[in-house]
């Protein structure tokens, strides 16, 4: 209410005005920085870091069916976040070694345990999928 008893317009509070971030709020950008680590590439980028400092084409080898372009924007944007970071080797030719920060790492160890525990229970993600698949079948 305003001084005057009317009702005081409503505003939207954004998700940086919050005491927390939301990342189910569409503005949030906790949710763009969801998507850099849980997107096609970002978990198994930030996983395979964890394993040990990689220069970028060790990094592409590891992380099978990436393809250059993609890994390297996964990475900018992973750096962008503050998950991993890129060193340049004033050498001939450049080197450009990739490592988490210690956020990064914080987030990959916790990427690893969903990780382990999906491989973990495969078996059973798949006899779902077959049993899924069998229900709904086109006719």
């Known amino acids: 209410m305003t001084a005057d008893g009317t009702a005081a317009p409503t505003r939207k509070i954004?998700?940086?005005?919050?005491?927390?971030?939301?990342?189910?709020?569409?503005?949030?950008?906790?949710?763009?920085?969801?998507?850099?680590?849980?997107?096609?590439?970002?978990?198994?980028?930030?996983?395979?870091?964890?394993?040990?400092?990689?220069?970028?084409?060790?990094?592409?080898?590891?992380?099978?069916?990436?393809?250059?372009?993609?890994?390297?924007?996964?990475?900018?944007?992973?750096?962008?976040?503050?998950?991993?970071?890129r060193t340049a080797q004033p050498t001939n030719p450049p080197r450009v070694d990739y490592r988490l920060t210690p956020l990064g790492e914080e987030v990959a160890k916790r990427l690893m345990g969903v990780i382990e525990l999906v491989q973990e229970r495969q078996a059973d993600i798949d006899a779902a999928r077959e049993r899924y698949d069998a229900c709904h079948r086109p006719a």
């Open 14 to 85: 954004t998700c940086t005005e919050a005491l927390a971030f939301n990342v189910y709020a569409r503005d949030c950008p906790s949710r763009e920085t969801l998507f850099d680590i849980t997107g096609r590439w970002g978990s198994l980028a930030l996983t395979a870091l964890l394993e040990n400092t990689l220069r970028f084409n060790e990094l592409r080898r590891r992380v099978e069916g990436v393809s250059e372009k993609m890994l390297s924007q996964t990475l900018q944007a992973l750096e962008r976040d503050g998950m991993v970071q």
